[in-house]
């Protein structure tokens, strides 16, 4: 499993490259769980992190094709390597499509090594949103790259709350059949990584708990070390 972590400025993308990050996501937290950050930004950890790739969120979406697309190719080419969108407020598998297709078609056409992450919510019941076990047959006809799963409201409730390991498992075996990678995030905890090993998704995401348990405080080091260890042992 790559490890993505979610730094807030250059100071902490620095630390979690150094803490040995696989991904350094942009995000900000100030407009919801994948909230976009700016270019400049994107632009500037980009740099700070060196050969590590970077992704970045362009938002908790309703149904905006255009917008979305728009912002898509505005991450891109700001120097981003993995371009995320959270399907937030889309209820329907015609909706998510348009969506994602266009938001594809953005950013292969000005770069086809970019990659497309198209994000659903274990907590979608609450939020009234698509179900995330909808994404990877949505997701491959539209020809995204990473099919994720997040929490879309960060109240301190973990996805492992909302969904269980076999539910878990069900997504990301689902995203293997249809030829995507797979993400789980939300509030990941170290004793959650014993259960992320059975489940097997290509990446875990994390802020809160390489800050200490409270995602509104600072990245460590130390944290990310940790974490990273613990991922990479048998």
């Known amino acids: 499993m790559k490890l993505l972590v979610s730094p807030i ?17 942009v995000k900000n937290p100030k407009e919801g769980s994948l909230g976009a950050n700016f270019p400049w930004m ?5 740099k700070a992190a060196g050969t590590t790739p970077v992704s970045a969120t362009i938002g908790d979406f309703n149904y905006k094709p255009g917008t979305a697309s728009l912002a898509a190719l505005g ?15 889309i209820q329907t598998k015609e909706q998510a499509f348009d969506m994602l297709v266009n938001i594809v078609r953005s ?20 939020i009234n949103s698509i179900s ?46 249809h030829g995507l990678k797979t993400a789980l995030a939300g509030t990941i905890k170290f004793e959650d990584i014993a259960a ?3 489940i097997s998704p290509d990446i875990i995401g994390v802020r809160g ?6 995602r509104n405080s600072s990245i460590k080091q130390e944290l990310v070390e940790k974490l990273k260890k613990e991922i990479n042992q048998a």
Not at 9 to 25: M, P
Not at 42 to 46: E, F, H, L, P, Q
Not at 75 to 89: F, Q, R, S
Not at 107 to 126: E, M
């Open 9 to 25: 400025n250059v100071e902490e993308a620095k630390i979690s490259r150094l803490g040995g990050a696989d991904i350094i996501d």
């Open 42 to 46: 994107i632009t500037a950890v980009k």
């Open 75 to 89: 991450a891109a080419v700001a120097g981003a390597e993995y371009i995320k969108v959270g399907l937030y407020d």
């Open 107 to 126: 950013v292969k056409d000005y770069d086809r090594n970019k990659k497309v992450v198209a994000s659903g919510y274990s907590d979608y019941r609450r």
């Open 132 to 177: 995330p076990f909808e994404l990877p047959e949505i997701g491959a006809k539209a020809g995204v790259d990473v099919v994720m799963m997040d929490t879309g409201i960060k109240d301190g409730r973990s996805t492992f709350e909302f969904l269980n390991e076999q539910e878990l498992t069900v997504f990301v075996k689902d995203a293997k059949k």
């Open 196 to 198: 992320l090993k059975r």
């Open 209 to 214: 708990c390489v800050c200490g348990g409270d």
